[in-house]
Nanobody, 122 residues
Framework: QVQVVESGGGLVQAGGSLRLSCAAS????????MAWYRQAPRKEREGVAF???????TYVESVKGRFTISRDNTKNTLYLQMNNLKPEDTAMYYC????????????????WGQGTQVTVSS
């Protein structure tokens, strides 16, 4: 049974930092594209950062230079280091996995965590 569990969210002031983690089990982790999505109230789910099985990464324009996605295949864990946070980063952040190459279409991701809330105060 596949499990994907996020942690590390919280409340932070603008300009601060947070590090999200995502522990995955029950899947061949190293073969999966891993991603962080976020969804704010009354907004569509947005792909924030993606990391392929070979370690190559992609970011949405609004977080480039501030967020860093990484993966540890020995621990089946995904990370998102978020620096210089802004109020507009406030959202529920989800970890997602899919076998094969990454895609920015969230409907193609097979496994999702329950989400972790990130709130950035101004």
């Amino acid at each position: 049974q596949v499990q994907v569990v996020e942690s590390g969210g919280g409340l932070v002031q603008a300009g601060g930092s947070l590090r999200l983690s995502c522990a995955a089990s029950g899947l061949t982790y190293s073969s999966h594209c891993m991603a962080w999505y976020r969804q704010a109230p009354r907004k569509e789910r947005e792909g924030v950062a993606f990391i392929e099985s070979d370690g190559s990464t992609t970011y949405v324009e609004s977080v480039k230079g501030r967020f860093t996605i990484s993966r540890d295949n020995t621990k089946n864990t995904l990370y998102l280091q978020m620096n210089n946070l802004k109020p507009e980063d406030t959202a529920m952040y989800y970890c997602a996995a899919r076998i094969g190459d990454c895609t920015d279409n969230y409907r193609w991701f097979n496994y999702w965590g329950q989400g972790t809330q990130v709130t950035v105060s101004s």
